[in-house]
């Protein structure tokens, strides 16, 4: 936690193991080949994939990786 924010770390599922893919993520949006992550300063970075699991409370967002 920085100046009162809550900073979320996504991780992505690949078979049984998670790998961390962005640190500071502030924004997740869908977007037509997948999700677009965002951090507070706009750095942004599109991955194929959609959220399996969201846990606000240990900082963390799961994704799994999508054919699109």
Known sequence: KKNGMLEVKAYLKNGENKEFVRESVDTSEPDENGRKLMDIVGKQ???????????????????????I
Do not use: F
Request: proline letters at 0%; hydrophobic letters at 50%; aromatic letters at 0%.
């Open 45 to 67: 970075m599109l991955i194929q994939a959609k959220i399996k699991d969201m846990t606000l409370l240990n900082h963390r967002i799961l994704l799994e990786k999508t054919d």
